[in-house]
T-cell receptor, first 114, second 117 residues
Framework: DTEVTQTPKHLVMGMTNKKSLKCEQH?????MYWYKQKAKKPPELMFV???????INESVPSRFSPECPNSSLLNLHLHALQPEDSALYLC?????????????FGPGTRLTVT | AQKITQTQPGMFVQEKEAVTLDCTYD???????LFWYKQPSSGEMIFLIY??????QNATEGRYSLNFQKARKSANLVISASQLGDSAMYFC??????????????FGTGTRLKVLA
């Protein structure tokens, strides 16, 4: 199974709402990533979890709160977002450590903040 | 400083022709990995091909090959016999060690390829 799943596929939320994005993989990967991607731009790294610990936070505003409950799951909790946060949110996973490890991406969640 | 540079925002190619998408990179790490991903309009990122910094031969995967010129720090993607389904955005990426000791992937700005019938 080389699949990364993400739910929901689409999400519309108001600026006062609280919502969560979910990501799951069963490939035994110990590195998991959240990216934000605006239209016609490359993915922009937000967070990296390595062995269920947050190891990289690319200065992301606190209205985005990541969580890694176990080695297969990754959540992104959203609160008090701004319209400029509307984007495609991609989750990815890879093996960890030294080596030729490609990332496997999920299909993404298209988020619209109204 | 830009670590991955893709200088072609858009490219056109005739169906069944070959096309080369350019990628140059910058790193001082002797051990690194270079990747190409395809992103159709649906949004999903699809891994295409990988080249390691110590690999002696250029990587190939079906119709995809990577023209790796280490001294010039370039890793161009060659797509042979283009198909209409190849129309997509293509990203070059590099895996490098972050300051926290965790690997992260740096993406270029992408090249949008359009295959013409």
């Amino acid at each position: 199974d080389t699949e990364v799943t993400q739910t929901p596929k689409h999400l519309v939320m108001g600026m006062t709402n609280k919502k969560s994005l979910k990501c799951e993989q069963h490939m035994g990967h110990r590195a998991m990533y959240w990216y934000k991607q605006k239209a016609k731009k490359p993915p922009e790294l937000m967070f990296v979890y390595s062995y269920e610990k947050l190891s990289i936070n690319e200065s992301v505003p606190s209205r985005f709160s990541p969580e890694c409950p176990n080695s297969s799951l990754l959540n992104l909790h959203l609160h008090a977002l701004q319209p400029e946060d509307s984007a495609l949110y991609l989750c990815a996973s890879s093996q960890s450590g030294v080596g030729s490890y490609e990332q496997y991406f999920g299909p993404g969640t298209r988020l619209t903040v109204t | 400083a830009q670590k991955i540079t893709q200088t072609q925002p858009g490219m056109f190619v005739q169906e069944k022709e070959a096309v080369t998408l350019d990628c140059t990179y910058d790193t001082s790490d002797p051990s690194y990995g270079l990747f190409w991903y395809k992103q159709p309009s649906s949004g999903e990122m699809i891994f295409l091909i990988y080249q390691g910094s110590y690999d002696q031969q250029n990587a190939t995967e079906g119709r995809y090959s990577l023209n790796f010129q280490k001294a010039r720090k370039s890793a161009n993607l060659v797509i042979s016999a283009s198909q209409l389904g190849d129309s997509a955005m293509y990203f070059c990426a590099m895996r490098e060690m972050g300051t926290s000791g965790t690997y992260k992937y740096i993406f270029g700005t992408g090249t949008r390829l359009k295959v013409l019938a």
